[in-house]
């Protein structure tokens, strides 16, 4: 049997590429070795933005855009939409009953969002079960690994200790455990040099025009000790470098040294990351262009997917049904 991989994002919004390189290359390349569910978690993106709810349709459709423009194969992996099969809900219902507030109260990362996003309430009831939801999508469909960033483990944690609880009530070994798959890459960071965030307005969208990404690679801080064309700049302390090494890797070595012996000024050297920038994302700017035209297409694609994830869901909420009543 393959092994079953789960991972799910939050329709927030056109992707960038801290998203290329941080999960969506990884679940490209899961697809071709396991059974692949590519999660759209609208009910959680809910929890932050119920008072935005209207956006998350259009989010939705523009994030799977992005998903099919990198490659990712509704033919390969089952696209779902959470709210659309209603069995994510049942099963959070069943873990609510036995996830102790406390283990909830704790989440280091329900903590740190309390404290640090201030601009919606996110004192209710449904945004301290975020992880018990986030559990209900991963063992609803069994799956033996989970890719996600760092920032989520605590989440897969809750998971696992969610199913063994579950396991331990019911006197069962229905619910196996679950690894995390974490990202190789080393995470991007923004224009600015802070973590690359829609929110912090300094990321480069999968969708920006070859002019905005000039634009964008125009501004980026860069060694801040290399203030004139003859000093002598310090690559491993600019984020464009960092850059180098991940869009293109074949020039970084030349880049780094013009930089250390000042013989190319910082702006020559950003335009030269733009240029190899678009050319990096010319295949997926053409593919996305495609289906931007075609967005009945992607809700066919959801429906699709809808239709597979359900299979399974229903078999598993049957299973859990039988255990529990
Ligand atoms: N919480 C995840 C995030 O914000 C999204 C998510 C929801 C998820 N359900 C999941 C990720 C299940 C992995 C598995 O990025
Ligand atoms: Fe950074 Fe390039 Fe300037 Fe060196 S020349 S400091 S690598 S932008």
Redesign the pocket.
Known sequence: MRKRVYSAMRPTGKLHLGHLVGALSNWKEFQEKYDCVFGVADWHALMGEYENSKTLKENTVEMVIDWLACGLDPEKAIFSVQSQVPEHLELQMMFSCLTPLGWLERNPTYKEQLREITTRDLQTYGFLGYPVLQAADILLYKANAVPIGEDQLPHLELTREIGRRFNHIFKTEFFADCDAILTQTPRLLGLDGRKMSKSYQNAINLSDSPDEIKTKVKG?F??PK?LRLKDV???YE????SY?SIFAPEKKDQ??E??VNAQ???T???MI?AEALVEYLRPITERREKFAKDRSKVWDILEEGRKKASVIARQTMSEVKQIVF
């Open positions: 980026m860069t060694d290399r700049g310090h690559p600019c984020n464009v470098h180098f880049v780094r013009w930089c190319k000024g910082c020559e050297c950003k990351l």
